[in-house]
Structure formats: structure tokens, C-alpha cells
């Protein structure tokens, strides 16, 4: 089966200051559109976090679990002045903030080939400051994880949708969409997951990272 490719396909120099590094790297998983669909995933390197699982159940970030596929390049890379993308060949995103031209700061964006047919379970937060020196404050904002079940040959764009609803308490969701290379953005029907008893034992996906 094949993977990731070697090297970094290229990096984005962003002009404004002393801003993040960019990655981008090219994968090349096996992926057979009548068994399978791929989706895109929004997450970061700052306060960002994004995961996702086969199955119609949930795991804690602190547990462990062979079966969820954790969107970033670990812990310690929050400490990185620096995100890595990673595009295996899906159409682009009808959201500029979703292509790799239009992310900010530490912003990434992870393309993965899924099975078709099987429940796929999404975990996603965000937090962030706001405010000045005096006055100012902290915000975190975790909806309840959420499943889709992807149609052989598809393409979903995922992401958390941040709406400011009051000074301390911003509201989240996560959002699915089915999207294709005409342009198509329909939204996706989505589910409460419920937690697993246990680590699971699904079958992994085939991952572009």
C-alpha cells in the first residue's frame, strides 16, 4: 500500500513579520473510489484540535487508542513556530480558509481516504484569547463528537464552525459537507457519537499523514 511520499512538496513563506513556517506534503494513499471516500480535515498547531475515529463511538484525547487518528503533528509540535498540511489529491475546498493559500498562523489542513459505508467519528475544539492586556480573556469552545457515514466515491470537507455568542461563551459546531470539484457544498447529516466502553477494535483507516 502506498503511503506518504518522501519530501516536502513545498513551503509557504509568509511575508507579514515573523509568521509560521508552512508545510505542505503530498500523499499518496491507496484509495479506490467504490469502497471508499476521502475527506478534509481543518486543525492547527496553536489551540486547535481535531481527531477522528472509524465507528459510531468516542474515545477521550487521554486514552489510548489505536483506532483514532489524531489531526496534528503531536503535542509537542504546539510549541513549534510552524504547521504541516497534508493533500492527497482532493478537489479544493469551496472555503478559502480551507485551502493551503488561504490558512493562517498555525492553521492546517489533513486529507484522508475513509471507508465507505461505516459510521466515521469526528472530535474537534478550538480556543483563543480576546481582549487587550486589561480586560481581556480566555475561551474554549468543545462540541459533543459528532458521526457521518461517508458514500463510496465521496468527498466531505470537516471543520468546527465558530459562532460568538456572548463575551465568554462562544458557540461551536461541527460541520460536514459533501463537496466535488463543480463546485458542490451541501451540507452532510450528522449524529451524536456515543462513548466507546473501550478502546476499540474497528479496522484503522488509511491515513494521508
Not at 513545498?10 to 515573523?18: D, I, K, M, N, P
Request: net charge neutral.
Amino acid at each position: 500500500m502506498r503511503t506518504l511520499t518522501a519530501g516536502i512538496l513545498f513551503t509557504f513563506a509568509f511575508t507579514a513579520g515573523c509568521a509560521p513556517a508552512h508545510y505542505v506534503t503530498t500523499g499518496t494513499p491507496d484509495y479506490d473510489p467504490r469502497i471508499s471516500a476521502r475527506v478534509r480535515i481543518k486543525s492547527g498547531n496553536d489551540q486547535q484540535a481535531a481527531s477522528f475515529r472509524v465507528g459510531a463511538c468516542y474515545s477521550n484525547a487521554w486514552e489510548s487508542d489505536p483506532q483514532r487518528v489524531n489531526v496534528d503533528d503531536g503535542f509537542m509540535a504546539r510549541y513549534k513556530y510552524s504547521s504541516r498540511s497534508v493533500v492527497i489529491g482532493m478537489p479544493p475546498s469551496p472555503r478559502p480558509w480551507m485551502r493551503v493559500e488561504g490558512l493562517r498562523f498555525k492553521d492546517m489542513i489533513r486529507e484522508y481516504v475513509i471507508p465507505a459505508g461505516q459510521p466515521i467519528t469526528l472530535a474537534l475544539s478550538t480556543a483563543g484569547d480576546a481582549g487587550g492586556k486589561y480586560g481581556g480573556y480566555s475561551w474554549s469552545c468543545k462540541p459533543h463528537e459528532m458521526t457521518f457515514t461517508p458514500i463510496a466515491g465521496q468527498d466531505y470537507d470537516a471543520y468546527l464552525l465558530l459562532q460568538d455568542e456572548g463575551r465568554r461563551a462562544p458557540n461551536c459546531s461541527i460541520e460536514v459537507r459533501h463537496i466535488d470539484a463543480s463546485g458542490l457544498d451541501e451540507p452532510v447529516e450528522t449524529q451524536y457519537a456515543s462513548r466507546c466502553p473501550s478502546s476499540g477494535t474497528e479496522t484503522a483507516p488509511k491515513r494521508g499523514p
